[in-house]
């Protein structure tokens, strides 16, 4: 479909889940980045972007605290990205995950 209409753009967002399934989040978040520059409200490409950046989040506070379990703070930002995860729309977990990334001066993420 990209060949015929390279600004179509359900095939740049399903192009998208098809990588981040695959593991290629780099990939990923190209297509759902494409797809939300042809179409800035297209809901579908902003989610899925969204939810790529929280499952990254939440593999880099594994890693994290594999390397330091003894770390309250990050065990507790492990606990916040998770339960963002689990319940997106959970206002709580998402305040107390900000506040978490600003007191360890990750302002960034």
Same mark, same amino acid.
């Given at each position: 479909?990209?060949?015929?209409?390279?600004?179509?753009?359900?095939?740049?967002?399903?192009?998208?889940? /098809?990588?981040? !399934?695959?593991?290629?989040? #780099? =990939? %990923?978040?190209?297509?759902?980045?494409?797809?939300? +520059?042809?179409? &800035?409200?297209?809901?579908?490409?902003? /989610?899925?972007? !969204?939810?790529?950046?929280? #499952? =990254? %989040?939440?593999?880099?506070?594994?890693?994290?605290? +594999?390397?330091? &379990?003894?770390?309250?703070?990050?065990?507790?930002?492990?606990?916040?990205?998770?339960?963002?995860?689990?319940?997106?729309?959970?206002?709580?977990?998402?305040?107390?995950?900000?506040?978490?990334?600003?007191?360890?001066?990750?302002?960034?993420?």
């Amino acid at each position: 479909m990209l060949e015929l209409d390279p600004d179509h753009v359900q095939s740049h967002n399903n192009l998208g889940v /098809i990588y981040q !399934a695959t593991g290629l989040f #780099d =990939l %990923a978040q190209e297509e759902f980045r494409k797809a939300i +520059k042809i179409d &800035p409200t297209y809901e579908p490409a902003l /989610i899925n972007l !969204a939810r790529l950046y929280l #499952d =990254l %989040a939440a593999r880099q506070y594994e890693d994290l605290v +594999k390397l330091k &379990p003894d770390d309250p703070e990050l065990a507790r930002a492990y606990r916040q990205v998770l339960a963002l995860k689990l319940r997106p729309n959970y206002p709580e977990a998402g305040y107390r995950f900000g506040m978490t990334q600003y007191f360890l001066e990750r302002y960034a993420e």
